[in-house]
């Protein structure tokens, strides 16, 4: 389903490793350049800046062509419109599968320009016909099989965002058609939803046939966690639900069930972090140490201790104070964690696929020549030794 070749995405990975390895000299300039000759992958992916700079230049592109042919068509009226937002659409998407398959673009910002250019002119098109009154429900089903469909072929992590926030919007629009109990379920509704999309992604991330969406699946697991406490928020279900079902809420006055909404403003976010220690997952401890500070926005909206310049103060010489430790606590390694950068934590990794990227190298390296002496088929064992501690 994927628009990019599957073996030069792997080539791909291998060649990000072995650069990684050579960074944290693991090992040398030669066995590196080996590598890399042994795992070709021609797929153009500039630097971050030039991505940015190619992604801007496609949309101001795309955005005067649409406005030249807007000019030549406004006596066609809206109908006119329509048919150009379709074409508009319809091309772009056309012009990123050209791109992906024949220029070979891989996160190159035309390809990402091109897909979110698909999806909004084909939405406007949306718009435009049903003069912007579709249900909500019709746009979050569009907006979802549009940006689930651009997942699945172009793996783009800003399009799982989009996927997932559609698929809330669709649930929510469903609950509200329910009248007044839907301020009862909507709460619950999306944080089963969001702890479906986490579960699922967690699943998928470690299955093989997967391993080319893995940096959506993990996007998907911060999204899910994070519109998982959202929707148990105490500070969002009362102040949405005034604002959404007219609840009229006085100030001081609770909204039914509000200490269970409490109980999961506070514990959610710690929650996270104790699962991500347990489970040495990186994504639950930073989701839940982001977390934090919407435990103590909510109490302090409606518990007020102390004033803001005061708390800020105290509250970072506390965060401060917490990291220092940690970090003299952690300068020796301890229960699977440690203070080192990014760089040096992936040592060990580089390490363990150092192995792997030499024996696949020398594979290539060691078939003998017609005028080599070819011996025996004998075969021996190995020390069992795993690239697992």
Known sequence: MIAYNSQSLDNLYVQEQAE????????????????????????????????????????IILLFSFGFFCLLSMSGGESAFTFLCLLFGAGSYALAEYMVREKKHYKSGADAALIWGAGIFLLSALGIATDADAPVWVWSCVALMLSLFFVLRFADVSMSIVAHLSLLGLIFSGCEKLGSIAKLIIPFAIMLASAGVYFLSVKLIAVHTYRHYKKCLQMLQVCALITLYIAGNYFVVREVGNEMFHMDLHPGQDIPGGWLFWILTVMLPLIYIYAGIRKKDRILICTGLLLIAGIVYTIRYYHSVAPLEVAMT???????GIAYALIRYLKTPRHGFTEASSDERHAMEALQIESLVIAQTMSHAATPRPDQFEFGAGSGGGGGASGDY
């Open 314 to 320: 105290l509250g970072g010489l506390m965060m401060i």
């Open 20 to 59: 990684m390895a050579k960074r944290v000299d693991c090992i040398t300039a030669e066995e590196y350049n080996a590598i890399i000759t042994a795992h070709p992958a021609v797929l153009y992916t500039p630097n971050p800046y030039m991505r940015v700079g190619i992604f801007i230049l496609t949309a």
